[in-house]
């Protein structure tokens, strides 16, 4: 609501008034304090601060009535004035300056809330001015000043200029800023003070605030009241009474600001006085040094590898100067608005900046600039715009056409970038002529995992390490423990064997290095950045979901957990999505990919990281199922029917007949004959289909011993039953022995394992004929052994894709069932305990006692009604009162040789145990089921094909040799593993990754393919941006001005 002005004449020269508010803001409760010597601080003021009086009269013709040039009338001046006849006046030799007589501390009206206040002359000296305020009225030195200039007119705030300067507050809170403003309560002054208000609401924030108002003493309102009484000589509190209703042209105080300085330089309703003084103390704070700051200097140094280090001398205090008239319009965006405030937050972070930033009229192409004798000097301003992280800027003004940039000189701030998290400039680096590879020495990267690299990080990576101990993780562990031993070791000696010991995975892998450095920190875009730079990117990404999601399950905190899942499903995806890509453009480019191996992931291929990653999308996509059929059928052409492959197992001649097509046709028609044989019986599938065919055989000669042929002595089929059985350890121990620690982590091998050493306990058992509880006891662990055997077989129908996942829901609903039992146990220990001391006393056999507690609940969960609660039914002929006959215990009796217990306990127990149990927990159970079988389901043909990647690699990796011939094999094997410790050790090939000549065939077509699929996605992205369209300057339209100095 804009004010009123008053055009009656005013009859008092020194008066004011104060609005009554809630709160006062940050220093104003830490300024009440009172010194320790108020006489002190009286001498300190009247010997430092002036007021100025007019001392010649100069007649205004222009004035209504007999006023001064002043603005006073004659009767207001002070005794001794003369008489001016020239027209000219100025405050210098029409005034005087006196000792001020305004100063101490201000009550505003109606509130509990107080602050400092002083009227002094517009020539005080600005040093003298921060004296007061630091040493005397001690306020903290400030690291950021905000002066707010303009807006003294009434206006309706819009809620979105509210929003930026409730920001800008709440960076000068943060940062310990002082604001500087016109003081009064109008226009933008008192919004300002709104803010600052809300801003300030607990006592925390208080602390942190100080709003500065510096305005006219000679256009405040009601000012009479802040003159301290002539025998006051100490400490004094003015009362101010602020009077939104009283018309006349002055203006009231702000009651939200926690100090006063009013300006006088002798006149009455003259504004603008105060501006002089105002920019000589800003200009002293921002050129003042402080002594022993860690920021001492002028301009940043940044080295390159320890960015926090700089030049001496650095100057304390910012300034940003808002030229506040840009609210009377709706044509500065609100995004624009933003942005100015978040520089701002930015350029807080650090005092390190010493950079003068125009925006002039709030256009979209804000000019860039700095001094003059820093203008050519290219590399600074880059640096001090990665600080500000102002990529536009630095886009436009210094990465123009007219200026090649050579790699060397980017290296320092790439470094910085990649420290503080800037992809888009590390983008920016890369496509102005950093050579990423050059710049990656092992310096870089051994100050980037040591000084750059979080301790908690390593602390998990270490724990995921020992949890999983695949070959990824072992890598990237030990990579990183390398290094920070390296940064413990000062001996020359040492140096040189790390630069040995690491120079093999670095050298060759830098780019590989620095994408795993900043996956692990979860540099989500950093990392997108360079992994578009890596060589084998299919294969990085799957490295990294792996990488991640190891590190989500190791983090307590469940956000960092979530990030990690969020990051590696979206290298998942990009994977997947790369892969397709590639596929489409050249299928056997795209599989040679997925064999591809690094010895920066560990020696791993995509597939092995995929599996590990549990990325089952990557593995059910087209290209990866096509790759694992071929694998599958090996030589066999996949067009042919499972039928005819089964048939020729039993007839051979027709391999021959060309019943079964094949992928290639022998060139020597010679030999075709007998490569079709091999082909056929080398192929995976035919192994498998061979196994189960024998593996049904040995059931059935298992099941045909225990029925129908074991005698006291082994008959011949016993003992070829076990030589079968040996061929299965056999097989066992090489799988054992190429699968190491992970051998144990498929449940299928471990109910091998146990079958094996149960027939094996058998047999010992077995062979003492002559004992026969020992025979029998061998008989039973047989057929104990049977059971395991037979449900082995379950895992030969993972080939079908409808059985598949049948078999998939049964192992997860085996993990229900194991943690429902919990639960059902508390309802039957309970049920069966009460039961059993109510009805019986003093059973001492343990085996009824588990019939009792343990079996007869168990089988009432299943409807098994227990008749011995009521006792009209019950039947003493089925138990024994001794003790003594197998019979359970018969229950209490009373003095009539009657049952004792309490009928109206037991059978209300037995109904509330089956409705419990019979009702609710195996309804619970049900649903616990329905809810896995639909997870699985959801996902059937994934979770299929998924798990077809694990039979497809076990048959791959055995030996192409039918069963049971394959122990010939074994023997064979054997053999030449202990002659081999007389010869020389093969050497091994490298890797593709590994070889001389990386640039190689397969990689770079994958490079290209990477190239079209980023141009897919930056097609389907919307990368349009908003445009500021921003008229020209003038005084009523909007101008802002960041002026940052130092």
Known sequence: MPFQVSTGTMRHRRNGNFESSRLLNSSMSRSIDVSCNDSDLVNFIRENFKKRECVFFTKDSKSVGNLCKCGYPESQHIEGTQINDDEKWNYKKHTKELPTDAFGDVHFENIERRGKYIRLSCDTDPETLYDLMTQHWHLKTPNLVISVTGGAKNFALKPRMRKIFSRLIYIAQSKGAWIFTGGTHYGLMKYIGEVVRDNTISQSSEENMVAIGIAAWGMVSNRESLIRSGDNEGYYL???????????????LDNNHTHLLLVDNGTHGHPTIEAELRTQLEKYISERVIPGSCHEGKLPCQNQYQSQRYLRRVRLSFFVFILSTFYTTSRVSTKLQGVMIEWLGELCQEALLSLVFYLEDCSSSAAFSTNEHNRDNWNEQLKLLLEWNQLDLASDEIFTNDRNWESADLQDVMFTALVKDRPKFVRLFLENGLNLRKFLTTEVLRELYTNNFSSLVFKNLQIAKNSYNDALLTFVWKMVEDFRRGLKRDDKNNKHELEIHLSCPITRHPLQALFIWSVLQN????????????????????GASKLLKSMAKVKNDINAAGESEELANEYETRAVELFTECYSNDENLAEQLLTYSCEAWGGSNCLELAVEAKDQQFIAQPGVQNFLSKQWYGEISRDTKNWKIILCLFFFPLIGCGFISFRKKPVEKSKKLFLYYVSFFTSPFVVFSWNVIFYIVFLLLFAYVLLMDFQKEPTVLEIILYVLVFILLCDEVRQWYMNGSKYLSDLWNVMDTLAIFYFIAGIVLRLHSSNESSWYSGRVIFCLDYIVFTLRLIHIFTVSRNLGPKIIMLQRMMIDVFFFLFLFAVWMVAFGVARQGILRKNEHRWEWIFRSVIYEPYLAMFGQYPDDVDGTTYNFDRCTFSGNESKPLCV???????????EWITIPLVCIYMLSTNILLVNLLVAMFGYTVGS?????DQVWKFQRYFLVQEYCSRLTIPFPFVIFAYIFMVMRKCFKCCCKNESKEPSICCSKNEENETLSWEAVMKENYLVKINTKASDTSEEYVVGAPSLETPKVRLWMCM
């Open 892 to 902: 209490e009796l009373d003095a009539n040789n009657q049952p004792r217990f309490p």
């Open 523 to 542: 540099k989500k875009e950093l990392s997108k950045v360079i992994w578009e730079q890596t060589r084998g990117c299919t294969l990085a990404a799957l």
């Open 936 to 940: 699985v389901q959801e996902n059937n």
């Open 238 to 252: 003015a009362h101010y009474i602020m009077d939104d209703l009283k018309r006349d042209p002055l203006y009231c």
